[in-house]
């Protein structure tokens, strides 16, 4: 099995809608993240997690929102999806302190907003 | 703040050439660097990190990079490329003391390598 999975993997859904992206790792990880990616952009960074009780927001974080559930799970939410936000979207997970380790990602989730 | 740059959007090799995909960063202090790869409708899979120490490092699959502090570049390099190389490449780098630890992700490049 994945050590870090995504449901759903594809998902397309209508401008105005709730959709929520969700990320599981086995990894025991306390550090988990949310980026996008976009053709041309590379990876840009939504918000991140170094713990349960631990929330805060990257780069471009307006229109969403994250819930950091369990230290295995982390959310993603669009609260009122729009076409700009038609990416794809992938959970990673770091083990560790200070930065020296490197990432494990999911598989990714395409969105498509009609 | 911290940045990548890949000035490559695309690079071009023959099988069985030597192939490079470039890049340079810019951080506060010291670097944590890496390299990572993208097959198509895949994650981003880990290739090889530079922490400190030897300037040469060597990752998965035949890959390696070099260090270079003075002119601020990471470079990817294979001696001998597979078609099966082919993916996108992406360069990170985060500060080894200070800030948040977060990683800059360059824009990645696309390494096309022809039989």
């Known amino acids: 099995d994945a050590d870090v999975t995504q449901t759903p993997r594809n998902r397309i859904t209508k401008t105005g809608k709730r959709i929520m992206l969700e990320c599981s790792q086995t990894k025991g990880h306390d550090r988990m993240y949310w980026y996008r990616q976009d053709p041309g952009l590379g990876l840009r960074l939504i918000y991140y997690s170094f713990d349960v009780k631990d929330i805060n927001k990257g780069e471009i974080s307006d229109g969403y929102s994250v819930s950091r559930q369990a230290q295995a799970k982390f959310s993603l939410s669009l609260e009122s999806a729009i076409p700009n936000q038609t990416a794809l979207y992938f959970c990673?997970?770091?083990?560790?302190?200070?930065?020296?380790?490197?990432?494990?990602f999911g598989p990714g989730t395409r969105l498509t907003v009609l | 703040a911290q940045s990548v740059a890949q000035p490559e959007d695309q690079v071009n090799v023959a099988e069985g050439n030597p192939l490079t995909v470039k890049c340079t960063y810019s951080v506060s202090g010291n670097p944590y660097l890496f390299w990572y790869v993208q097959y198509p409708n895949r994650g981003l899979q880990f290739l090889l990190k530079?922490?400190?120490?030897?300037?040469l490092v060597k990752g998965s699959y035949g890959f390696e990079a070099e260090f270079n502090k003075s002119q601020t570049s990471f470079h990817l390099k294979k001696p001998s490329a597979l078609v099966s190389d082919s993916a996108l490449y992406f360069c990170?780098?985060?500060?080894?003391?200070?800030?948040?630890?977060?990683?800059?992700f360059g824009r990645g490049t696309s390494l096309i390598v022809h039989p």
């Open positions: 990673a997970t770091m083990t560790g302190t200070g930065a020296l380790n490197e990432q494990f």
């Open positions: 530079y922490i400190t120490g030897d300037n």
């Open positions: 990170a780098v985060s500060p080894s003391s200070g800030g948040s630890y977060i990683p800059t």
